[in-house]
């Protein structure tokens, strides 16, 4: 087996990971016909009560598994970009994309995780002692502990990654022949889509309402998808800018 195509098949276990991701999202995202979106606190959702433990087991397994594969895929990625980008004034953005995929590779397992986690104990503490408020505020209390961690990750891997794929785009590091090409380009990452394609998905009716769950994992699954054009077009000879 060549290089490139080891390369190329690593790179789409890694969109099997970010399309784990999109799973998990869903299993602890998606709500049924008219049930309530209604929060108590940041993040616990009076539709936990309603949600089956598997789903919330199912996440967290998708989490883990995902972010395996999510460092297989993006790691080859890195790699391609530390021998396509030459130019010593690029390179801050091959070492921010470094610094993002790691970020990602540990946290996503975690957050998948601290989501569930929360419903589980909202979920239980309300069964034993049929409190709503007190169980919203002993697991928000649990969760708000592991925010600041939660919203660094964030930060660094979906916003950082967001305007790194941005700034790889348009220096044309990613390989695109076209203005339109690179506008399309500029949706492939996990703020963007979600911040235009999923709020628009978020306007339908229900159940396509709930597809917009999974835009901003689906967003790092685009990412390498942009790497994979990035491989065909370095496989191909000598990269032109």
Not at 76 to 88: C, K, N, S
Not at 108 to 113: E, S
Request: glycine share 10%.
């Amino acid at each position: 087996m060549s290089n490139a195509e080891k390369t190329r098949r690593l790179m789409l276990l890694g969109i099997a990971g970010c399309l784990l991701y999109v799973v998990g999202d869903f299993l602890f995202a998606a709500t049924g016909r008219g049930q309530t979106n209604e929060t108590l606190g940041l993040f616990t959702r009076v539709a936990y009560l309603d949600m089956a433990e598997w789903r919330m087991w199912a996440s967290i397994l998708c989490g883990f598994v995902g972010s395996l594969l999510y460092y297989m895929g993006f790691h080859q990625m890195y790699g391609l970009l530390d021998i396509r980008v030459t130019e010593q004034r690029d390179r801050i953005w091959v070492r921010l994309f470094r610094m993002a995929y790691i970020t990602g590779a540990i946290a996503w397992t975690w957050v998948h995780a601290m989501f569930m986690t929360d419903a589980l104990i909202f979920k239980h503490v309300f069964d034993a002692y049929g409190d709503l408020q007190a169980a919203a505020d002993i697991a928000n209390r649990v969760f708000y502990a592991n925010a600041p961690g939660m919203a660094a990750a964030y930060i660094l891997c979906d916003v950082g990654l967001t305007v790194i794929m941005i700034a790889l785009v348009w220096k044309g590091i990613i390989p695109l022949k076209s203005t339109g090409a690179r506008i399309l380009a500029t949706l492939c990452n996990p703020i963007m889509l979600p911040g235009i394609v999923g709020n628009l998905l978020g306007l339908l009716p229900w159940p396509l309402n709930q597809l917009d769950h999974g835009t901003e994992s689906f967003g790092h699954a685009l990412v390498l998808m942009l790497g994979l054009m990035l491989l065909k077009e370095m496989h191909k000879g000598p990269a032109t800018r």
